[in-house]
Nanobody, 120 residues
Framework: VQLMESGGDSVQAGGSLRLSCAASAFSYCMGWVRQVPGKEREGVATIDDNGRISYVDSVKGRFTISKDNAENTLYLQMNLLKPEDTGTYYC??????????????????WGQGTQVTVSS
């Protein structure tokens, strides 16, 4: 599975961005993980083959994960961005029966990452 993210940018707090991930194929569990320099990678959101979705608490109500099965594209709509959302965002793909935001960091397949910078 090959993954390629796009859509990262620099925005002010309160702004919005939409990240995209072009996938060679979808796996059972698709997700987004972010990393801030000096901190561990953190799962952000996942969506499985049946459309079940999970989010880390800090983005609930602000971020929306979705996918276009016809185009093999995963999205992350990010609204009301905060400085603490700054980081490199990775698209991930995993097989298996568990699809949960906290497990996204254990995914087998990763994109190269796209940078999101939110200034106050």
């Amino acid at each position: 599975v090959q993954l390629m993210e796009s859509g990262g940018d620099s925005v002010q707090a309160g702004g919005s961005l939409r990240l995209s991930c072009a996938a060679s194929a979808f796996s059972y569990c698709m997700g987004w993980v972010r990393q801030v320099p000096g901190k561990e990678r953190e799962g952000v959101a996942t969506i499985d083959d049946n459309g079940r979705i999970s989010y880390v608490d800090s983005v609930k109500g602000r971020f929306t994960i979705s996918k276009d099965n016809a185009e093999n594209t995963l999205y992350l709509q990010m609204n009301l961005l905060k400085p603490e959302d700054t980081g490199t965002y990775y698209c991930t793909a995993a097989e298996g029966r568990t699809c949960w935001w906290k497990r996204a960091v254990d995914s087998a397949y990763w994109g190269q990452g796209t940078q999101v910078t939110v200034s106050s």
